[in-house]
């Protein structure tokens, strides 16, 4: 079954994606600390219809971010696979990082979703809110599962109630994401 073609939405409204949307699950991947809470992406339209993406995390009571451009992967088509594309490492950046970014499901209001890759090494559970309904929650893994995911490896992203609103004090060196990239 993992070697299926995913299934991604289509006709994907870009205005009405835009915002704020706030990590309620992933798999642990090398481009986020370990212990980084209060995840969460803000993206914004730009007039030439690519996307400003911003991602912040908090790690040791520190505002970590990137900020990178995503598009779509085939302009022409109707499926919303994105490529997101980064410059690392975030205090010198000076090397492109491109990603895939595919919206395997997306409630009709716009208020979670689903975003996987090919390889299936990446996975994300997003939401307006910082937290979830645990239905939601259990129908996105199991969408997931279904394309091929191996659900067991989905990690719940610590979420502070009421949410994270202030920027906070930001690492200026860039320490999170060298140590997320040494594993720590």
């Not at 994606?17 to 914004?44: C, H, L």
């Amino acid at each position: 079954m993992a070697n299926k073609e995913m299934e991604v939405v289509r006709g994907i409204d870009l205005k009405r994606y835009m915002g704020r949307w706030y990590e309620i699950a992933s798999f642990p991947s090398r481009f986020q600390p370990k212990d980084g809470v209060n995840t969460r992406a803000t993206y914004t339209l730009n007039e030439d219809g690519t996307v400003n993406v911003l991602n912040e995390t908090w790690s040791d009571g520190k505002r970590g971010y990137i900020e990178g451009t995503a598009y779509k992967a085939d302009p022409k088509s109707d499926e919303a696979k994105l490529k997101v594309k980064f410059y690392v490492p975030p205090f010198l950046p000076i090397i492109p990082v491109v990603g895939d970014y595919w919206v395997l499901y997306l409630d009709d209001d716009y208020q979670y979703a689903l975003i996987g890759q090919p390889s299936r090494r990446y996975l994300w559970i997003l939401c307006r809110q910082n937290h979830m309904d645990e239905e939601v929650y259990n129908m996105l893994i199991e969408k997931a599962r279904e394309e091929g995911y191996d659900v067991t490896k989905l990690h719940k992203t610590p979420q502070d109630d009421p949410p994270q609103e202030e920027e906070g004090p930001v690492d200026t060196k860039g320490i999170w994401w060298i140590k997320s990239i040494l594993g720590r």
